[in-house]
């Protein structure tokens, strides 16, 4: 059996839908609807299911009324004082994502009737740019280095700065103004667990950039002649699977797959929260809320991926990245954002694997699928109501439904309004997996936005660590996880 460190957090829980035509969900939602993150939405009319490009020419359409009879603006900025405004633009993609919003942002500066202009600074990662923002704002750091006037970043980052420095934009004035915010239908086109992720008591902190959600990747060929022609529900299912598969591995001819076969064990925060929520459990969604792992349920969970580890149904392979064991037939199973389908692709042509494969929710005792959602959204530092409302005309602009589906095509995240399916049909053909995930959007959790989480995150993950070690006992949870909300609350008391 590998013994290597299992995986651990790449560090951007978003970074990655799903075919399971027998799977309860389908009978709970979705029955009259081909796709519904929202019952109140209207979606945009049907445009080219071809990749989306930037289209310049929509920006010399008037600025869409926040409701039915437009009322007169309350930003105490007129338009034409806009022309030759430059807003500084940091955000963390890479990659083919990040020469997409580089297009957005080119298109944008060559079209916008305002004459504003903004700059890209790329981070590289969402861990990086908080990193760099946090530097700024250290007081021992010289005063000349200037925050950003518009970032992308995670609902807890957006908390925990607004929590400790106050520097973010109240959206509600903008996304509500009468010249310039947006009407109840585009407002509606979101979801509103989405939404909600960046709304932080009565201030939207920020506008929905990027989702994804942690799910299960499962190898439905080989369940199939393993003898499963349905996917999990229960953990009970998902532990029949993945021994079944461990010990065909065992048992077949090459000896070199022995000790493989069920799940990689991956310890990333959303992957743990994801199981704790499979048996009941829960984390808190708001400061006042202190963090308690220690409960009945999270023992549950972490017992049950003991014993799973136990008997070879989970293992933890030397590679920190699990596609080439899927592809395989070393894993039935890997866990891993949305994003990962793109790679994942790749390497089945690359191994030349005929199985067919789809993509999960959590199972969970209740039979009610488990799907955790996070990404990065959009949000105005504080500075001048001209820099303001500048930043806010070019996040209107980003969340266009086509420009938002570019960003899909090159990362195949989630869609972030409803209207965007509208512009995807071709990439739904070419990732048949990832067309079926919006049936389980109106059953999705928020990923924790607490503004402590990224203290939290780690000490989390080190134990979900813990449970996967050689010596380590079941008897050992119940004082592993007391350890773990003593150690949280050590933390966050010295680093407050």
């Known amino acids: 059996m590998h013994t290597a460190k299992p995986k651990k957090s790449h560090g951007c829980p978003w970074h990655t839908l799903f075919i399971v035509n027998s799977f309860l969900i389908g009978s709970l939602i979705l029955s009259a609807c081909q796709f519904s993150f929202n019952q109140n939405a209207t979606p945009s009319p049907t445009a080219s299911q071809t990749k989306s490009t930037p289209r310049p020419a929509a920006l010399n359409s008037p600025p869409p009324a926040a409701s039915p009879s437009p009322q007169p603006s309350l930003v105490p900025v007129a338009a034409d004082s806009l022309k030759g405004v430059q807003v500084v633009f940091w955000h963390p993609w890479t990659g083919e994502i990040g020469k997409q919003v580089a297009a957005l942002v080119d298109a944008f500066n060559q079209s916008n009737l305002w004459g504003i202009k903004v700059n890209i600074v790329e981070q590289g990662s969402v861990g990086s740019l908080a990193d760099a923002l946090e530097s700024r704002l250290d007081p021992s750091v010289s005063s000349s280095s200037k925050l950003p006037d518009l970032v992308v970043a995670l609902s807890d980052e957006l908390a925990a700065w607004q929590t400790s420095k106050q520097i973010l934009v109240n959206l509600n004035g903008y996304t509500h103004d009468?010249?310039?915010?947006?009407?109840?239908?585009?407002?509606?086109?979101?979801?509103?667990?989405?939404?909600?992720?960046?709304?932080?008591?009565?201030?939207?902190?920020?506008?929905?950039?990027?989702?994804?959600a942690q799910v299960l990747f499962y190898n439905q060929t080989w369940a199939q002649s393993l003898g499963f022609n349905n996917p999990p529900v229960t953990p009970d299912d998902f532990k029949a699977q993945a021994c079944a598969a461990a010990q065909a591995n065992m048992k077949d001819v090459p000896w070199q797959n022995n000790g493989t076969g069920g799940w990689v064990v991956d310890t990333s925060a959303l992957t743990l929260i994801s199981w704790l929520q499979t048996f009941g459990g829960s984390v808190p969604q708001v400061d006042n809320q202190p963090y308690q792992f220690n409960t009945s349920q999270s023992v549950d969970s972490f017992t049950y991926l003991r014993q799973l580890f136990d008997k070879g149904s989970a293992w933890a392979g030397k590679e920190t990245l699990p596609y080439d064991y899927f592809s395989s037939r070393q894993a039935l199973f890997f866990s891993g954002p949305l994003q990962d389908?793109?790679?994942?692709?790749?390497?089945?042509?690359?191994?030349?694997?005929?199985?067919?494969?789809?993509?999960?929710?959590?199972?969970?005792?209740?039979?009610?699928?488990?799907?955790?959602?996070?990404?990065?959204?959009?949000?105005?530092?504080?500075?001048?109501?001209?820099?303001?409302l500048a930043a806010w005309l070019f996040i209107r602009w980003m969340i266009q439904p086509d420009h938002l589906a570019s960003l899909v095509q090159a990362s195949a995240s989630l869609p972030v309004r409803v209207s965007e399916m509208n512009q995807l049909g071709a990439f739904k053909q070419q990732y048949p997996p990832w067309s079926?995930?919006?049936?389980?959007?109106?059953?999705?959790?928020?990923?924790?936005?607490?503004?402590?989480?990224?203290?939290?995150?780690?000490?989390?993950?080190?134990?979900?660590?813990?449970?996967?070690?050689?010596?380590?006992?079941?008897?050992?949870i119940p004082l592993t996880l007391q350890q773990l909300d003593q150690t949280i609350q050590e933390v966050l008391q010295k680093n407050p």
């Open 178 to 212: 009468g010249q310039w915010g947006l009407s109840d239908a585009d407002l509606a086109d979101f979801p509103s667990v989405y939404l909600n992720q960046d709304r932080f008591s009565d201030q939207q902190l920020g506008i929905p950039a990027e989702r994804s």
């Open 341 to 388: 389908i793109l790679p994942l692709t790749i390497a089945l042509k690359q191994q030349k694997s005929a199985d067919q494969w789809s993509i999960l929710p959590y199972p969970s005792v209740t039979r009610k699928p488990v799907l955790v959602v996070s990404g990065p959204s959009y949000a105005i530092i504080k500075s001048s109501p001209r820099q303001q």
């Open 436 to 476: 079926q995930v919006q049936q389980w959007i109106p059953l999705a959790q928020p990923a924790p936005r607490l503004s402590t989480w990224r203290q939290a995150r780690p000490i989390l993950e080190d134990a979900g660590y813990q449970i996967f070690t050689a010596n380590f006992t079941i008897a050992q």
